[in-house]
């Protein structure tokens, strides 16, 4: 079995997808708040790659540095340290002005409480920002604010102030203001947090449109049925990034858990075809699949067969780490390609598996099932050696 | 220890400097217009008549014929008669040397200075006890003539002499010329200097106080026609009989009345900071609900919220009285000290006017209470989840879900107008529409704020309009002084010499000779009610150009008829032209036939018109006179200097004796710099209005920044650069400045009526004719545009400093 050194997340993260495809990237940023009781750090060196086209979530508890992490994406505010790079541009190098009307360009920004200015109307309210950064001839401008209302299903409405529409019409509003600029980028914040169900609904289902037309979207929310539409899931918790394959592989944990097990978990890559436990071996780690695939062999009088294929958010490891004992079969990256694994200390599993009883739950019926599954596939290899 | 809600209490107090500072200002500067101009007032009407009767003035003043010692004695004696003092009065041109510039002064020749006892004099510098061959200066002179005691001055002889006199002292004389704004400066010098001077040793004015009624108007009057009776029975002919109170100074009404202008404006001041200060407080209170509300929730009781609250604006009283007291009482004395000083009185020294004090207090302590009376009660009321929730009513509140409140008719009225013009392809760029709605929102402040702008724009247009409109009366007055030059000669000379003569000076067009009479009016049970002083003319003149009231002017033929001022109504309400009066000239009683009334500055008693023909027969004087008319062929100031200059060589080196050579715009420069000093306290408190009003518009801008901080992070959000964010504070700022022009322009028109009226009733004791300017309403215009410029730049600046985090802070 080839083992190599562990890569940083970061890393990992550039060998799965070409920097040209980056739009958003987040170099060790930190952000510390000062006040009279003392420094406060929100975000502690976060690195994230956010990818042209992609739907991400942002999702962590209240205080853990969710919307502080979009502010740095915004401009919004200023990072203690790191950098913040949009589209190959460091947006800290430009002063609070010139971050406007950058921003007005290049990013449109939805927020939870809508912030469309009361006194204009709706159409004059996805006017502004054209006017503001100088796009569109200025009599081109009323009829594109028309038609991005028209988009958002507001064209009747287009002429009353935000006082006189539903709070769901107003978001809406502000998804076509956000849109005025045509950027390739909008942030939203808690964007369904004040509406009904149904209007987060049609709200969500507006930003599908959108990035199915190519738009990047991060977005921060709690809401975890939102999550499940998304490309991809942010998780944050005490000013740090949870490694995304723990989060998915261990949903049932914690937040604070999640971080636990990321500072944990080793990266490990192995080339196509590389063996990674042998059948009888003793398995000292929880293996979670980051890229790529691998196969569950199954050795049976020197006949080998692949009893399970898993891919990423899969995981293996656990019936040994639980059951104890050896491993019940060998698992190798798959022929086509390598696979990139974190692996989680046996150590480390057993603490979270104690301090997570419905993660011990779900994991310890799993094991049942995959001993099953060994049993079944066990038998029907013996009676075809049989025959 | 402190209770917590006290504490909380002096740290709203002290934690929110800018607003403190706001709010203290706005109390602060009312308090301090109205303790000045209560302070003046009070220390101008003690010290005006008490410096006056200090100096023992004279109770009766008659001008006349030359007289002598014996005279004088013999009204000494007359019962009721405490004391009479002559002198002879003349006027002569001085100049500090060959280079100098002539200076015409009245010379006031005195017998005896050292018993020198009505009209007293006060040394300055130097004497008050010339030498025979030395000169007294009264103070008012320096302005004309930069000397100072032990200077030589040149005087000119009437028969063209120049002789030296040494300044023996400067003296202040508050009494002799005291009802007179337009007086030449006085000197005073020996009668044994009056040979010297080429002057007779004989009086020709005389001072008179009385032993007793020295302050009751029907005792003055009627003993100054019993003493002009025995005067002008003894041969000596009286041409101008005044009678004055010892203890009230002749300008104390025209001072009291525009001090009451000023006083009327310092209310005004202090209405407007009222205004301001509810509107502070107004924003304070409604930043304040949440504290509120977590009060209430803690257990706080409204009384106790009250209490709280007005024990704040106590203390923003209190603060602004220790500012303001000190500053009012200094500014009192300053003001009245500049008066005293036009007016030349002294003052009794520095001194706190406990009425101004106690005034002051009243004033900035109530004040802030009443206006915060109304948001501290409302803010009081607040439930505690309307408090908490953050819902103010007003436009600040989070959007909830739930059915959609609708627009108000006022905000339908601005989007329907907007959507009408952008369907006619007018479209309004957004960020000016920003400014334009920002403007309307919130209602009550906006009230408040243009109030005050408009009320100081429309007195500023006004006082602008009062000054032209006082110019105009004086200009027309000119009308009455058509002549570019008035020869005035020691003696009578015929007519036709004159004008033969004068017609021969290059430049001279006409020559008229007048003549001059006084007159009693007397009341129907023969009483004096008024002194006239009559103006004769030829009855064909066209030195005259009259404003006629009723009545016509008068015509060749007319005899035993004038046309008279309209001053004359204040004593005779129901007199038309038509009607006769009865008047004793010469100590002849007649009844005349008043022709006409017509409009004139009744400044130093009412005058009339009759014909040169009739009055000059009657004074035995027919085809002589002493004084001419001279008008010339350009009429500019300096061309009629010139003219003066040279009719006064050319008649004096042919020996006639002339008196003076006077210019026609001289008398008119006079009259229209005292009027400049009183526009220009005029405007002083109009700018002090608009202070008032431009802070009013910071705090506003400042509250209106404060509340839409939120709105601006979200314009940044969407790419609003720094400049496009204080263009937005700063429009909306001047659009509230535009708008409270227009309304003061529309508001100045009533208030330079009424501001004409009463300055014009003060002053000259009738009202004027009423113009307008463009320069005020244009001035106004670029003042309030420049305040509200400056008063937005500081929110707006704040504005533009704001970071999104800061302004949008939603973690």
């Given at each position: 079995m080839t083992r190599q050194p562990a890569p940083s997340r970061a890393a990992s993260r550039a060998i799965q997808t070409p920097a040209a495809e980056a739009v958003i990237q987040m170099q060790k940023v930190v952000k510390t708040f000062k006040n009279a009781a003392g420094e406060f750090t929100v975000l502690k060196g976060i690195d994230l790659t956010l990818m042209r086209g992609e739907f991400v979530a942002i999702v962590g508890k209240s205080g853990s540095g969710k919307s502080t992490l979009l502010n740095m994406i915004t401009g919004i505010d200023h990072p203690t340290g790191g950098k913040v790079v949009i589209?190959?541009?460091?947006?800290?190098?430009?002063?609070?002005?010139?971050?406007?009307?950058?921003?007005?360009?290049?990013?449109?920004?939805?927020?939870?409480?809508?912030?469309?200015?009361?006194?204009?109307?709706?159409?004059?309210?996805?006017?502004?920002?054209?006017?503001?950064?100088?796009?569109?001839?200025?009599?081109?401008?009323?009829?594109?604010?028309?038609?991005?209302?028209?988009?958002?299903?507001?064209?009747?409405?287009?002429?009353?102030?935000?006082?006189?529409?539903?709070?769901?019409?107003?978001?809406?509003?502000?998804?076509a203001r956000s849109l005025a600029t045509d950027p390739p980028i909008i942030c939203a914040d808690e964007p369904t947090g004040n509406l009904d169900s149904r209007s987060a609904d049609a709200i969500i289902g507006l930003f599908d449109h959108l990035v199915a037309s190519g738009k990047t979207i991060a977005m921060v929310t709690h809401d975890p049925s939102l999550t499940e539409r998304t490309s991809r899931t942010i998780v944050i918790s005490d000013g740090e990034l949870i490694d995304e394959?723990?989060?998915?592989?261990?949903?049932?944990?914690?937040?604070?858990?999640?971080?636990?097990?990321?500072?944990?978990?080793?990266?490990?890559?192995?080339?196509?075809?590389?063996?990674?436990?042998?059948?009888?071996?003793?398995?000292d780690y929880f293996f979670m699949v980051t890229s790529g695939a691998v196969e569950v062999v199954l050795c049976n009088r020197r006949k080998e067969f692949t009893v399970a294929r898993l891919g990423p958010g899969q995981f293996f490891g656990e019936v040994e780490l639980m059951r104890g004992g050896q491993s019940i079969a060998s698992v190798r990256a798959a022929s086509e390609g390598p696979a990139e694994l974190a692996a989680l200390p046996r150590e480390g599993f057993n603490r979270l598996v104690e301090n997570s009883s419905i993660t011990g739950e779900a994991l310890g019926k799993i094991v049942q099932l995959r001993l099953a599954e060994n049993r079944t596939a066990d038998r029907r290899q013996s009676k075809r050696g049989k025959k | 220890?402190?209770?917590?809600?006290?504490?909380?209490?002096?740290?709203?107090?002290?934690?929110?400097?800018?607003?403190?500072?706001?709010?203290?200002?706005?109390?602060?500067?009312?308090?301090?217009?109205?303790?000045?101009?209560?302070?003046?007032?009070?220390?101008?009407?003690?010290?005006?008549?008490?410096?006056?009767?200090?100096?023992?003035?004279?109770?009766?003043?008659?001008?006349?014929?030359?007289?002598?010692?014996?005279?004088?004695?013999?009204?000494?004696?007359?019962?009721?008669?405490?004391?009479?003092?002559?002198?002879?009065?003349?006027?002569?041109?001085?100049?500090?040397?060959?280079?100098?510039?002539?200076?015409?002064?009245?010379?006031?020749a005195v017998d005896d200075f050292s018993e020198l006892n009505i009209n007293r004099l006060n040394v300055i510098s130097g004497t008050n006890q010339p030498a025979d061959d030395q000169i007294l200066l009264e103070k008012k002179a320096l302005a004309d003539l930069q000397v100072a005691e032990g200077d030589t001055l040149e005087v000119e002889l009437l028969d063209g002499t120049i002789k030296s006199m040494t300044v023996a002292g400067i003296v202040q004389d508050p009494a002799t010329g005291a009802g007179d704004?337009?007086?030449?400066?006085?000197?005073?010098?020996?009668?044994?200097?009056?040979?010297?001077?080429?002057?007779?040793?004989?009086?020709?004015?005389?001072?008179?106080?009385?032993?007793?009624?020295?302050?009751?108007?029907?005792?003055?009057?009627?003993?100054?026609?019993?003493?002009?009776?025995?005067?002008?029975?003894?041969?000596?002919?009286?041409?101008?009989?005044?009678?004055?109170?010892?203890?009230?100074?002749?300008?104390?009404?025209?001072?009291?009345?525009?001090?009451?202008?000023?006083?009327?404006?310092?209310?005004?001041?202090?209405?407007?900071?009222?205004?301001?200060?509810?509107?502070?407080?107004?924003?304070?209170?409604?930043?304040?609900?949440?504290?509120?509300?977590?009060?209430?929730?803690?257990?706080?009781?409204?009384?106790?919220?009250?209490?709280?609250?007005?024990?704040?604006?106590?203390?923003?009283?209190?603060?602004?009285?220790?500012?303001?007291?000190?500053?009012?009482?200094?500014?009192?004395?300053?003001?009245?000290?500049?008066?005293?000083?036009?007016?030349?009185?002294?003052?009794?020294?520095?001194?706190?006017?406990?009425?101004?004090?106690?005034?002051?207090?009243?004033?900035?302590?109530?004040?802030?209470?009443?206006?915060?009376?109304?948001?501290?009660?409302?803010g009081s009321r607040t439930t505690v989840l309307r408090a908490l929730t953050g819902d103010t009513g007003q436009d600040e509140k989070k959007p909830v879900a739930g059915p959609a409140p609708s627009e108000s008719a006022f905000e339908r009225f601005e989007t329907r107008t907007a959507h009408a013009l952008g369907r006619r392809g007018i479209h309004i760029p957004r960020p000016l529409l920003i400014s334009l709605r920002n403007t309307f929102r919130r209602k009550g402040r906006l009230a408040l704020?243009?109030?005050?702008?408009?009320?100081?724009?429309?007195?500023?247009?006004?006082?602008?309009?009062?000054?032209?409109?006082?110019?105009?009366?004086?200009?027309?007055?000119?009308?009455?002084?058509?002549?570019?030059?008035?020869?005035?000669?020691?003696?009578?000379?015929?007519?036709?010499?004159?004008?033969?003569?004068?017609?021969?000076?290059?430049?001279?067009?006409?020559?008229?000779?007048?003549?001059?009479?006084?007159?009693?009016?007397?009341?129907?049970?023969?009483?004096?009610?008024?002194?006239?002083?009559?103006?004769?003319?030829?009855?064909?003149?066209?030195?005259?150009?009259?404003?006629?009231?009723?009545?016509?002017?008068?015509?060749?033929?007319?005899e035993q008829a004038i046309t008279i001022g309209e001053g004359i109504l204040s004593k005779f309400p129901d007199l038309h032209a038509g009607d006769t009066l009865r008047l004793s000239i010469n100590n002849r009683e007649d009844d005349w036939l008043v022709v006409g009334i017509f409009k004139f500055v009744n400044q130093q008693g009412t005058i009339a018109y009759s014909t040169y023909e009739y009055i000059s027969r009657q004074a035995h004087a027919a085809n002589r006179s002493f004084s001419y008319r001279i008008v010339t062929e350009q009429h500019d100031p300096a061309y009629q200097q010139q003219m003066g200059a040279t009719l006064d060589a050319y008649f004096r080196d042919r020996g006639f004796r002339v008196s003076q050579?006077?210019?026609?715009?001289?008398?008119?420069?006079?009259?229209?710099?005292?009027?400049?000093?009183?526009?220009?306290?005029?405007?002083?408190?109009?700018?002090?209005?608009?202070?008032?009003?431009?802070?009013?518009l910071t705090g506003t801008m400042g509250m209106n920044v404060l509340e839409r901080t939120r709105e601006i992070g979200v314009m940044r959000s969407i790419g609003a650069v720094d400049k496009e964010i204080m263009r937005t504070v700063m429009v909306e700022g001047m659009v509230i400045g535009g708008i409270s022009w227009l309304l003061g322009a529309l508001l100045s028109f009533p208030f330079t009526y009424l501001l004409s009226y009463i300055i014009s009733t003060a002053i000259f004791e009738s009202s004027i004719s009423v113009h307008f300017t463009l320069s005020g309403f244009i001035i106004w215009l670029l003042v309030v545009l420049l305040l509200s410029a400056v008063a937005s730049v500081l929110p707006a600046r704040n504005a533009a400093r704001l970071t999104i985090r800061e302004v949008l802070a939603y973690e």
């Open positions: 589209n190959g541009l460091n947006i800290y190098e430009m002063n609070e002005s010139q971050r406007s009307l950058w921003r007005g360009k290049n990013l449109g920004i939805v927020f939870q409480f809508f912030q469309l200015l009361p006194m204009l109307t709706l159409l004059e309210n996805v006017m502004l920002p054209m006017d503001y950064v100088g796009m569109y001839e200025f009599d081109e401008r009323p009829k594109r604010a028309m038609e991005l209302l028209a988009m958002v299903g507001l064209e009747t409405q287009a002429h009353k102030l935000p006082s006189a529409v539903s709070t769901g019409q107003q978001q809406s509003a502000a998804i394959t723990v989060a998915h592989c261990l949903p049932l944990l914690g937040h604070r858990q999640m971080l636990e097990a990321t500072h944990m978990v080793e990266h490990i890559t192995y080339r196509a075809s590389t063996p990674i436990l042998q059948q009888g071996e003793h398995v | 220890m402190i209770r917590p809600r006290w504490r909380k209490v002096f740290h709203d107090l002290i934690g929110n400097f800018s607003r403190t500072a706001l709010v203290v200002v706005s109390i602060a500067v009312g308090v301090f217009s109205i303790g000045v101009i209560i302070g003046a007032y009070v220390i101008i009407s003690d010290d005006m008549s008490a410096s006056y009767a200090a100096n023992n003035p004279m109770n009766i003043e008659l001008r006349t014929d030359p007289f002598d010692e014996d005279l004088l004695s013999t009204i000494e004696h007359m019962r009721g008669v405490e004391d009479a003092e002559g002198r002879r009065v003349f006027t002569m041109r001085v100049r500090t040397g060959e280079d100098g510039q002539w200076v015409t002064l009245n010379i006031v704004f337009l007086a030449q400066p006085f000197a005073y010098v020996t009668t044994g200097s009056l040979s010297f001077l080429g002057q007779p040793e004989t009086f020709n004015r005389m001072f008179v106080t009385l032993t007793e009624g020295k302050n009751d108007e029907v005792v003055l009057r009627n003993m100054g026609g019993t003493v002009r009776d025995k005067i002008e029975k003894s041969g000596v002919t009286v041409y101008i009989m005044r009678a004055t109170k010892t203890n009230e100074h002749p300008m104390a009404s025209t001072v009291q009345a525009v001090l009451g202008i000023l006083l009327a404006l310092g209310v005004l001041i202090l209405f407007l900071s009222s205004s301001l200060i509810a509107n502070t407080l107004s924003a304070l209170l409604s930043q304040h609900l949440r504290h509120i509300g977590v009060m209430k929730l803690v257990g706080a009781r409204r009384s106790q919220i009250l209490q709280m609250y007005f024990a704040l604006i106590l203390a923003f009283g209190v603060i602004a009285l220790l500012i303001a007291v000190p500053l009012g009482g200094q500014g009192a004395y300053a003001l009245a000290d500049f008066i005293a000083e036009k007016i030349n009185f002294n003052l009794m020294g520095y001194r706190i006017v406990p009425f101004a004090f106690i005034v002051q207090i009243i004033v900035g302590l109530a004040v802030p209470l009443l206006a915060g009376l109304v948001p501290v009660l409302n704020t243009l109030f005050t702008l408009t009320m100081a724009g429309a007195i500023f247009v006004a006082v602008f309009n009062v000054q032209v409109s006082l110019h105009d009366y004086i200009d027309q007055i000119g009308n009455y002084f058509i002549a570019d030059v008035t020869l005035d000669f020691d003696r009578y000379y015929r007519l036709n010499e004159i004008e033969n003569m004068a017609m021969q000076v290059p430049g001279v067009v006409d020559v008229e000779g007048w003549a001059y009479a006084t007159a009693e009016v007397l009341y129907p049970d023969g009483s004096v009610a008024d002194t006239l002083t009559v103006l004769a003319p030829p009855a064909d003149s066209h030195l005259v150009s009259p404003l006629l009231i009723e009545g016509r002017w008068l015509q060749p033929g007319d050579a006077r210019t026609g715009q001289s008398t008119l420069e006079v009259a229209s710099e005292s009027l400049d000093i009183l526009v220009t306290f005029l405007l002083i408190m109009a700018l002090l209005t608009a202070l008032v009003g431009s802070i009013g």
